[in-house]
């Protein structure tokens, strides 16, 4: 049986309690976070359930790993996450969520990469 996954790829502490960790288990997401580029690849390449990933832009390698993700599932969108606005979008990312006045947009931007990937598939 299938379950939705994220792959979150980010610095930050993922304990229970944080607020983006209660925000996808509340939508029924099951989260894989890594800090790890290196790991990010490997998740993603090996655990087929992977429905999207969102990267943290804090990290300093974010627009080579979503080309690197993008090359490897190029069927499973990318959503970056970050404290601004970002404009123009990197490469291979398919959407942004300004969180550095709150978490409403994450689920909502979510579901809109989601479908607009799944009607183009």
């Known amino acids: 049986m299938a379950t939705n996954t994220i792959l979150w790829v980010t610095a930050e502490d993922v304990s229970a309690s944080n607020p983006v960790v209660v925000a996808f288990q509340d939508a029924g997401y099951e989260l894989v976070s890594t800090a ?3 790991q990010a690849v490997a ?5 087929r359930c992977v429905c999207a990933v969102v990267l943290d832009q804090r990290l300093k390698q974010t627009a080579g790993l979503a080309g690197t993700l993008h090359s490897i599932r190029a069927d499973v969108p990318i959503l970056l996450l970050s404290q601004d606005k970002v404009s123009p979008l990197p490469q291979s990312v398919d959407g942004c969520v300004c969180v550095g006045e709150g978490l409403e947009g994450l689920l ?8 607009t990937r799944h009607t183009a598939a």
């Open 36 to 38: 790890s580029p290196s």
């Open 43 to 47: 998740v993603l390449f090996l655990n």
């Open 108 to 115: 909502p931007s979510l579901q809109t990469v989601l479908s």
